[in-house]
Nanobody
């Protein structure tokens, strides 16, 4: 599985960005997809995850109500819509994939994921 994330950039506080992650190499609908982020000197942390079906999903408490994860299985792409961005959201954002045995399961621990994209930088600053 190859993952390519894009859509990062510089945005002012309160602004929005949409990250995309395109998957290739095997049937996208087989994989649970996740977004994680990492700031300098910090551990990589969970942001959001979505099940194979696109139904059950989870977002971290720190971004709840501001970030939304979605997927388009026909386009083999997962998205992270980020609204009301704050300076503390600045980080490198990584997408990840892991085979899901169930259509409804999702994973929130980075150790659950086998495949990772290269990351895309998000900087929130005025």
């Amino acid at each position: 599985v190859q993952l390519q994330a894009f859509g990062g950039g510089l945005v002012q506080p309160g602004g929005s960005l949409r990250l995309s992650c395109a998957s290739s190499g095997r049937r996208f609908s087989m994989d649970v997809m996740g977004w994680f982020r990492q700031s300098p000197g910090k551990e990589r942390e969970f942001v959001a995850s979505i099940s194979r079906s696109g139904g059950p999903s989870s977002v971290a408490d720190s971004v709840k109500g501001r970030f939304t994860i979605s997927r388009d299985n026909a386009k083999s792409t997962v998205y992270l819509q980020m609204n009301s961005l704050k300076s503390e959201d600045s980080a490198i954002y990584y997408c990840a994939a892991q085979f899901g045995s169930s259509m409804r399961v999702y994973f929130t621990d980075k150790s659950d994921y086998t495949y990772w994209g290269q990351g895309t930088q998000v900087t929130v600053s005025s």
